[in-house]
């Protein structure tokens, strides 16, 4: 059956939520809490009993609790466990159901549930072995508008986390700065750094010593409220704090107050404040932006959606002496995206002057071939994938450019319909990178999952230092990945080893994170290089990061000095030094060159 429509998750604060069923208490606000913000919620029942009272007379009440974990486990509120605990010391016991299921909340409904435990709140929130919630409802089952009163608290990355995880239309972001005392809000700066960052987010700021009456006063436009709790040590037991327990209390919209176990650090001297704000940002670009090429397999939905938006799609294959896998590779993609489904426009076949048959091969195929060094001949000639990816922006049409490396050995349709789909889904998406395990043969024997050894010891060790917000990116230098024409054709090119670097970096700092997607292929098999060539890949990477932060902060740092690169020899029992020269040169962004815009106005309607 063919789907309606392709839907993406939203961003998951949290993958497992357990939610206690007690005895005599409404678990509905908690559990609509959890299956909003979880995946997977965990229902464990338990029954309370009072000290004077024999455990034995916990048992009618346990099978009526039995009895409703299978009717919410029916009727999908959660996965039920079995055992009901009744328990004269309830608190000791939710301690040991979370060491049992390992769940990354505990979702609490308050005041009755929390009543019903009896005294022991205080000391059990400020030992727990997961992040805690108290809930106060009425929850409603999407959240619209959202309030997330924000003061630089331990636990204010968790409420953010949370509040974003609900998915609503609005969410505000209220800034408290005390009117005294401006070192107290020093954690917050992490935070603040990322929020403009965050699509939907917006930010208010206000200047206040009472800041209960502040929220309170806000919270009447809102739906729900999500905040930390205290803003003491983490070591307090007084694990709620006055502006929690009063909007707990008061606040007319619901309210979600949660508690982190490893808080944000409350010391203004610890930088880890930042560092702990930017993985929002990344982790939720990388749950709502991260793709499975099976999402993308419905092809007629896929070719529906490009006719609806009137795009046409181009796929070049770059190629440099590759005759014992290039015939596969076009046929393969041929037959599923062009003849049995007409995804494709066009194939074409930038070669960088092969000595071998690959150029032979792909013409006798009937796919257009052009020797990129012959393409633009005015601006002299450049080795290098880069100039090819490049150069295929002259000579293609499509609104979409795909491109996907010639050496692959087990080609499959995927490789092009899963780079394609984010961009046919989602108008932000300009860029989308493939990813995959990459077994490498060695002696032989195949061992799966190594290989991207400059990927792992040098891209993104890189990106996360100066570029933190690409450290979700799983491979930046896989060679299949697709980009709008009109994205495409604004940026540079390096021409060599580089190229896959320097797009990400300059899509990202031109239309921000949510601009790029990636995309599971599964598995590739490929040819390896040798250790050499990864050293000179290496080598030309170091070099583009450098040169986009000489941009960013307008100085130079490499001079001609640094492009030689000195390779280690031994012959005849000797070493000696072999110097070559490794520079990583741009192309400057395909718009700007007049052949580019003439080609372009000729092929329009």
């Known amino acids: ?104 909340l505990l979702m609490l409904e308050w005041p009755f549930q929390v009543e019903a435990l009896g005294a022991g709140l205080e000391t059990f929130l400020a030992q727990s072995s997961c992040d805690s919630a108290l809930v106060r409802g009425p929850v409603p089952e999407r959240p619209a508008k959202v309030l997330v009163p924000l003061r630089g608290g331990p636990h204010a990355e968790l409420a953010l986390r949370l509040a974003l995880s609900l998915n609503p239309a609005e969410l505000l972001v209220l800034h408290l700065n005390p009117a005294t005392d401006e070192s107290r809000d020093a954690p917050f700066l992490g935070l603040k750094q990322i929020l403009p960052r965050l699509p939907g987010v917006r930010l208010k700021e206000e200047t206040t010593d009472d800041p209960s009456a502040t929220i309170l006063a806000a919270s009447g436009d809102f739906d729900m409220v999500v905040i930390g709790t205290t803003a003491r040590p983490h070591d307090s037991q007084a694990a709620l704090g006055p502006v929690a327990t009063r909007l707990l209390q008061d606040s007319p919209a619901a309210v979600l107050a949660v508690r982190a176990r490893h808080p944000m650090p409350a010391s203004p001297a610890d930088e880890t404040a930042g560092v702990r704000a930017i993985s929002i940002l990344v982790d939720k670009w990388f749950a709502e932006n991260t793709y499975q090429a099976d999402e993308f397999s419905d092809l007629q939905l896929l070719l529906d959606l490009k006719a609806r938006q009137g795009l046409t799609i181009s796929l070049a294959l770059p190629a440099l002496n590759e005759e014992t896998t290039v015939a596969n590779v076009i046929r393969i993609l041929r037959r599923s995206l062009m003849e049995r489904v007409p995804l494709l426009d066009e194939i074409v076949l930038i070669d960088s002057r092969s000595t071998d048959r690959t150029r032979d091969i792909a013409a006798r195929l009937g796919v257009p071939v052009y020797i990129h060094q012959d393409l633009l001949p005015g601006l002299g000639e450049r080795d290098g994938k880069g100039e090819a990816l490049w150069k295929s922006l002259l000579v293609t049409r499509g609104d979409i450019l795909a491109w996907v490396d010639t050496d692959i050995v087990n080609m499959d349709p995927r490789f092009v319909y899963g780079i394609l789909g984010p961009l046919l889904q989602d108008p932000r998406v300009q860029l989308v990178k493939g990813f995959y395990r990459r077994p490498l043969k060695v002696g032989g024997r195949v061992q799966a999952g190594a290989g991207g050894r400059v990927t792992e010891l040098t891209a993104r060790p890189l990106l996360n230092l100066f570029y933190p917000e690409l450290s979700g990116i799983i491979q930046p230098l896989s060679g299949e990945y697709a980009g709008r024409r009109s994205m495409l054709e604004l940026v540079p090119f390096f021409s060599g080893y580089a190229v896959e670097t320097g797009l990400l970096i300059d899509v990202f700092e031109r239309s921000g994170l949510e601009a790029i997607a990636q995309v599971d292929l599964l598995e590739r098999v490929h040819h390896n290089q040798p250790l050499e060539a990864l050293s000179k890949m290496s080598f030309a990477i170091i070099q583009a990061v450098i040169r986009k932060l000489e941009r960013r902060y307008g100085q130079s740092i490499l001079y001609d000095v640094n492009k030689t690169m000195k390779l280690i020899r031994r012959e005849h029992g000797e070493y000696f030094l072999e110097v070559e020269e490794v520079v990583e040169r741009e192309r400057p962004p395909m718009i700007t060159l007049t052949d580019y815009r003439e080609r372009q106005k000729a092929k329009s309607p």
């Open 1 to 104: 059956m063919r789907r309606a429509s392709l839907r993406r998750p939203v961003f998951p604060a949290l993958r497992r939520i357990l939610v206690p069923v007690i005895h005599g208490c409404d678990s509905a606000p908690a559990l609509l809490a959890a299956r909003t913000i979880a995946p997977e919620v965990i229902l464990v029942g338990f029954v309370p009993i009072r000290g004077d009272e024999a455990l034995s007379a916990g048992a009618a009440r346990a099978r009526e609790v039995r009895q409703t974990l299978r009717r919410l486990a029916e009727g999908g509120a959660g996965r039920a466990r079995a055992r009901v605990r009744v328990t004269s010391m309830p608190w000791s016991e939710i301690r040991e159901a979370l060491d049992d299921e390992q769940p990354d």
